[in-house]
């Protein structure tokens, strides 16, 4: 029962530090501009499925496919946000986001069912169903290697966001917007830029993703609730907030999995998120004070 | 429109360094949504004096200090800056003609550092010894931004923060420092620091346009005061007449004034 309880632990954090990218996608998005992107959950699985395409159709490995799906990705994000958000007024934009957002996610809902069908698909290399035997546990390839690549592409965010001038005119535009266009940024721009990476950054999500499980278009739902309520734990808009959520959320499912039954573990995930909430309105690493501006 | 004197001659108040005009505004409409709050402004600001913009509340200052800076796009009018025309341009645009804002809330980035938001001020600049240079001038004008250079902006008091938001403004070297109700939330002990700062950046060469609630402490400090009334600018002339005006007085200052000591 011990180790079976490590184990879950190891893979909780394994599979919370892929979570972990997809949320600050999200969490990056609602802190520069109070959009929240319900479209995030289907953009995984857009990714998931660009990455199986060029799979079985290019045969491209998938990890070498991100080359080309985290820019398609990020263009697609760029374009979303040209046609749709950036006609949203000022006043009722938060609200209205989650409208829009919605729609953009069914419209891609639909054109991914025609386009792949409803049937269940997974992606497939070596490394998928292959693990490395450490200290007693089972590691797979594919949980390790997505572990390192969230961690590498986490670290580039968060160099670009604290050691760049970009960066740093995301991080005023995101504490405080009219201040951030006074001394001369371009919030707008800074804007479309950051909905571009918070989506690009699904593309490498989603291809783990669609490693690890088998999905359809409308995998999106579980997905986007989930990432949801891991930024929302995590403090909206807080970038080491969504971090810490998604490990914590992930542990705590395996290890419920594990100890009690995996019946419950996807309740327990969304009841963790209830009882933090009501001690914490804010959420974990909430900064609501900073926002009220 | 009653107006005194378009050149600052009040007895007993000499203005010190009034120049010629510097920035323009001409039949200025502006306004949020549908309706217009400035119903045709038309004032000039002097180089190298203090303006001082009062008015009651909803008269349309903050609405006027937004137009000069680009946050809001004139409907009508112009507004223009050493002969330039400014409307409709960028608040980047505008700032990289040498005007910079310091609005009325606080505005510092508050998970920044105290030395990472001066350093923001100058974001336009990209020679980073030209930044280097002006960060250590201005810390030396303010001691505050070498004293708490690691401190977060959140942290420090309202009146500090004031201060760092006046430092922040001078790292772009701006000709005209606009100013909106700085005096918002102080204490009034920090309320005559701020001022005496707001006289140090005068003195250090900057033109000042403010928009003060503090309608007897602002025009004190200005060399010329506008009065502004539902949009429109009823009475402009040196801050002491403008303090000084029985009719202002009585209707904005809370009763007439008897003369006061410059500077006091």
Known sequence: MGSSIIQAVIDGVLTGGVYALMAAGLTLIFGVMDIINIAQGIFVILGAYLSYALSVHAGIDPFLGLFITIPALFLIGIGVEWGFIRRLKEGDRTAMSILVTYAVSIIIEGVLNVSFSVNYVQIHAWYVNRSVHLFGFYLPYIYLFGFAMAAVLLIAIYALLYRTRFGASVRASLQDRTAARLVGIDVRRVSTICFGLGVAVTAAGGMVFGATNAFNASTSYDLISRLLAIVILGGLGSMGGALGAAVFMLVLEDVVAVVWSPVWATAVFFAALVVVLSVRPAGLFGRQVARAQ | ?264
């Open chain 2, 1 to 264: 429109m009653t107006s005194l004197s378009a050149e600052p001659s009040a007895p007993g108040g000499p203005v010190p360094g009034a120049g010629p005009v510097l920035l323009s505004l001409d039949g200025v409409v502006a306004g949020y949504g549908g309706g217009d709050v400035l119903k045709g402004v038309t004032f000039d600001v002097a180089e190298g004096g203090i303006t001082c913009i009062v008015g009651p509340n909803g008269a349309g200052k903050s609405t006027l200090l937004a137009a000069v800076s680009g946050l809001l796009c004139p409907r009508l009018g112009t507004i223009t800056f050493r002969g330039e025309e400014l409307g409709g341009k960028s608040p980047k645009a505008i700032l990289q003609r040498g005007i910079v804002q310091v609005p009325q809330n606080h505005s510092l980035f508050r998970e920044m550092s105290v030395r990472e938001n001066v350093e923001m001020g100058a974001f336009l600049v990209r020679d980073r010894k030209v930044v280097a240079e002006r960060l250590e001038r201005i810390a030396s004008l303010f001691p505050i931004v070498s004293e708490r250079a690691g401190d977060k902006a959140g942290s420090l008091s309202g009146g500090q923060q004031r201060l760092v938001e006046f430092a922040r403004c001078l790292m772009l070297d701006p000709a005209l420092v606009v100013l909106d109700e700085p005096s918002m939330g102080l204490d009034p002990k920090t309320l005559h620091s701020m001022f005496e700062t707001v006289r140090l950046m005068h003195a250090d060469g900057r033109t000042i346009l403010l928009v003060e609630q503090n309608a007897r402490a602002g025009l004190r400090l200005a060399t010329h005061g506008v009065v502004l009334e539902n949009g429109r600018v009823r009475l402009t002339g040196s801050g002491r007449e403008v303090l000084e005006h029985p009719e202002i007085g009585a209707l904005y200052l809370g009763g007439a004034v008897a003369p006061v000591a410059t500077g006091s």
